[in-house]
């Protein structure tokens, strides 16, 4: 794990402001975090919660306590910790990778992406904690669901609108919101240059310009910032209320 660790930190330290390394780094370094705090957070959940289910489906059975104060009980005391670990994640990568700072809003728009991010992922694992109580079924099962919604994100290869099913299925993935504002916030207003081989005298010329023109080549969509985070914060709901539905079914059958 740690050759691991290590190897990310060497592939994108310093990224530099060169277009061609840009384009690659840069957007590479944003479905990193998201993909990160998406397996993250799904991990933690369903490494652990077998565990605690089946203690309180037990529990439940002898009606000391409802379902509804469990689950509420168990959602508030783990924020912390889950509002924690972004954070952390945060500030040993956000400098040492030389993201976009030309604002002093990128730290806090980097980390609200990766909270709301880690949260979501959470509300998954919940989901499939509360119908599977085999921690080797839920492992499994952990590809299953966070891969789809890792290709939908828009990093790997565009959706052509009207010609694939996918292109309806990626608005029910949080990654593909989360994803559009990290980039935005990461190449908006960031200066970056290209160096161009003058044929004429056999010199270098060097161009700058704006991150907005690599937004381009990722065929993002423009919604306003304030429509993704409502779509993410919609999703983070509803993986919560099917979390707490689905465990609310199967805690009535014991």
């Known amino acids: 794990r740690r050759q691991r660790q290590m190897c990310t930190r060497d592939r994108y330290y310093d990224q530099g402001y060169n277009y061609s390394k840009a384009i690659q780094g840069r957007s590479g370094v944003q479905f990193f975090m998201l993909t990160f705090c998406l397996l993250e957070a799904i991990q933690n959940v369903i490494l652990v919660f077998p565990e605690e289910r089946a203690v309180f489906l037990r529990e439940q059975a002898s009606s000391l306590y409802e379902i509804s104060a469990y689950f509420l009980g168990k959602v508030i005391a783990e924020l912390p910790l889950n509002l924690l670990v972004p954070l952390i994640t945060l500030l040993m990568t956000f400098w040492l990778w030389n993201m976009n700072d030309v604002h002093s809003y990128n730290f806090w728009i980097n980390l609200l992406n990766m909270e709301l991010m880690y949260l979501t992922g959470t509300g998954f694992g919940l989901i499939l904690g509360s119908v599977v109580a085999n921690r080797t079924v839920l492992i499994a099962l952990l590809a299953v669901v966070a891969l789809p919604l890792l290709l939908l994100a828009g990093f790997f290869v565009g959706i052509d ?20 504002t990290s980039m935005r916030n ?3 207003d960031l200066p970056l240059y290209r160096v161009m081989f003058n044929p004429t005298d056999g010199t270098d010329i060097i161009l700058t310009f704006k991150g907005n023109l690599v937004l381009d080549t ?6 306003p910032w304030w429509e993704n985070y409502l779509a993410v914060v919609c999703i983070l709901v509803a993986t919560h209320v099917a ?12």
């Not at 990722?218 to 919604?223: I, M, Q, V, W």
């Open 186 to 188: 990461e190449f908006e």
């Open 161 to 180: 609108k009207g010609k694939h099913i996918m292109w309806v299925l990626q608005y029910i993935s949080p990654c593909k919101y989360i994803f559009t």
């Open 243 to 254: 979390a707490f539905a689905l465990l609310y079914v199967f805690g009535k059958r014991v």
């Open 218 to 223: 990722f065929d993002l969509d423009p919604f």
